[in-house]
């Protein structure tokens, strides 16, 4: 049996692995005990004996489930396991996931092998934001490449608006850095033409008053790359404030930009 050190996981604490233990917090297990037990559940995977292999996971404390997770070729097929019903109906546990390392979150998240621009948006649904918050920090710190840290900020909204659920948009978004978010949209501000005029209320108004902090943003001016508009439109749905706010901070640093 794996032994435990400590009361527990502390809320926020990421599975590690140190030399011969994984650990969560001020817990920690023995790696080969958990290797031995990832080889269980595979090969009941293989033999295709889910409810066994279901046993197996959820009979284990939260941070050993998530070591199973880490320590499998496929851990979306692990972490599935999780919460699985009586049924055989897959879920994904919040505590699992809340303490799964951003690493391997990403690659849930945004599989390698998937097609361009599909995401596994239910990991999303199930995580913290305190969870969603440290895997787009921990994702984005080590960047240093402006043009780099722009792009994976962007998919990192892209994966939000996929969701099509506003409250839980609005819950990430707000949990996360403004910069990070200012970082993403700050390239594709010229699809907003926020230099444009537009028709509102039987009066001519520029784009860029509607994100004024009078303007409120509470219309979208047309955007007419569809997939753009759509990510932009989502998170605008999701907390129109909070974007407005975005896109016009996004705006002022891009024109300090352009002075220097």
Not at 159 to 172: F, Q, Y
Not at 176 to 204: K, P, Q, T, Y
Not at 251 to 260: D, I, T
């Amino acid at each position: 049996m794996v032994q435990e050190s400590g009361a527990g996981h502390v809320q926020g604490d990421a599975l590690q692995v140190r030399e011969n233990r994984i650990v969560v917090g001020e817990w920690s297990g023995d790696l080969m005990e958990l290797a031995v037990a990832s080889g269980q559940v595979r090969s009941a995977i293989r033999a295709g004996q889910h409810q066994e292999a279901r046993a197996l996971v959820q009979a284990r404390s939260v941070e050993e489930q998530a070591a199973l997770v880490v320590l499998d070729g496929n851990p979306e097929e692990v972490l599935a396991l999780t919460s699985m019903d009586e049924r055989g109906r897959p879920g994904y546990k919040t505590e699992v996931v809340e303490v799964l390392p951003a690493e391997v979150l990403t690659d849930l998240i945004a599989p390698r092998a998937a097609r361009h621009g599909a995401y596994n948006v239910e990991i999303i649904r199930t995580m913290s934001s305190n969870a969603f918050q440290r895997t787009v920090h921990e994702t984005l710190d080590p960047l240093d490449n402006p043009e780099l840290r722009t792009q994976v900020s962007w998919e990192w909204l892209e994966a939000v608006a996929a969701l099509r659920d506003p409250v839980k948009a609005a819950e990430l978004l707000n949990k996360v850095d403004v910069e990070m978010l200012e970082d993403a949209i700050i390239e594709r501000l010229g699809h907003l033409d926020l230099n444009s005029v537009i028709s509102e209320a039987g009066a001519s108004v520029s784009v860029f008053r509607l994100f004024s902090e009078s303007g409120g943003a509470m219309i979208m001016p047309e955007i007419e790359d569809a997939e753009i508009g759509a990510v932009i439109n989502a998170l605008h749905d999701a907390d129109p404030a909070l974007m407005a706010a975005v896109v016009r901070q996004a705006w002022e640093r891009a024109a300090g930009r352009r002075e220097q």
